[in-house]
């Protein structure tokens, strides 16, 4: 793996941009698995510690400003809230619960670990999980944990760093190879880091083309 960014064409681009020009509408919140969707629709799903920009950046991705609730109160998701995107509905987006801290009883955030862990063990819907990561930090323990999981799931995952606006470029470049080290680790990992701003929209077009991919084909 190299520090290089990511290869996408200008086809990967433009599909990538159709999919998400298409409506992306609120469908249901899960809260037990029994109640997921069953339609057989493909779906990728957005993980992260609470706090790391998940609503900010799923709102940025679809340009509507309160798709997702963005808070400043840590673990306010607290479902697993499906979204149909694209002209025809064509995929589902999971906005799953942060998790490494929440401002909740214990025996709820137990619920939802328990929700997520069993969602990613047995979803042959879900084509690939985004993991962001803040490009401040990096990888932190609990992502460490995530990750594990996902490896035993043989899910596969890619790393998104968010907020990438606010490192020094040297101090993000460290970051990006320090989880590139860490990936290298783990046997469910895409290789390649994406790198976005919610802010400045920096690395989006690339998201939403990976998204295209690995949910609609094409994907390696």
């Given at each position: 793996?190299t520090n290089?960014?990511?290869?996408?064409?200008?086809?990967d681009?433009?599909?990538g941009?159709?999919?998400?020009?298409g409506p992306?509408?609120f469908?249901?919140?899960?809260?037990?698995?029994?109640d997921l969707p069953?339609?057989g629709r493909?779906?990728?799903?957005?993980?992260g510690r609470?706090?790391?920009?998940k609503?900010?950046?799923?709102n940025?991705l679809?340009g509507?400003k309160a798709l997702?609730?963005?808070?400043?109160?840590p673990?306010?998701?607290?479902?697993?809230?499906y979204f149909?995107l694209?002209?025809?509905?064509e995929?589902?987006?999971v906005?799953?619960?942060?998790?490494g801290y929440?401002?909740?009883a214990k025996?709820?955030?137990k619920g939802?670990?328990?929700l997520?862990?069993?969602?990613?063990r047995?979803?042959?819907e879900?084509k690939?999980?985004?993991l962001?990561?803040?490009?401040?930090?990096?990888?932190?323990?609990?992502?460490?944990?995530?990750m594990k999981l996902?490896d035993?799931?043989a899910v596969?995952y890619?790393v998104?760093?968010?907020?990438?606006?606010?490192?020094k470029?040297?101090e993000?470049?460290d970051?990006q190879?320090k989880?590139?080290?860490?990936?290298?680790k783990?046997p469910a990992?895409y290789?390649?880091v994406?790198t976005t701003?919610a802010?400045?929209?920096?690395g989006l077009?690339?998201?939403?083309?990976?998204?295209?991919?690995?949910?609609?084909?094409?994907?390696p």
């Amino acid at each position: 793996m190299t520090n290089e960014s990511p290869s996408f064409s200008s086809a990967d681009i433009a599909r990538g941009e159709a999919l998400f020009k298409g409506p992306c509408v609120f469908a249901k919140g899960v809260t037990r698995i029994e109640d997921l969707p069953a339609d057989g629709r493909p779906e990728v799903a957005f993980a992260g510690r609470s706090n790391v920009g998940k609503s900010s950046l799923i709102n940025a991705l679809t340009g509507q400003k309160a798709l997702a609730r963005v808070s400043v109160t840590p673990g306010r998701t607290r479902e697993l809230n499906y979204f149909t995107l694209g002209k025809q509905g064509e995929l589902y987006l999971v906005d799953m619960p942060g998790y490494g801290y929440a401002r909740a009883a214990k025996s709820e955030i137990k619920g939802w670990t328990r929700l997520i862990r069993d969602y990613l063990r047995g979803r042959r819907e879900l084509k690939r999980a985004f993991l962001l990561i803040d490009a401040r930090h990096g990888i932190k323990p609990n992502d460490i944990e995530t990750m594990k999981l996902l490896d035993e799931a043989a899910v596969s995952y890619q790393v998104v760093l968010t907020k990438a606006d606010k490192p020094k470029a040297t101090e993000l470049a460290d970051i990006q190879a320090k989880v590139e080290a860490t990936l290298a680790k783990h046997p469910a990992a895409y290789p390649v880091v994406l790198t976005t701003s919610a802010r400045t929209g920096s690395g989006l077009p690339e998201l939403r083309a990976a998204v295209a991919a690995s949910a609609l084909g094409g994907a390696p």
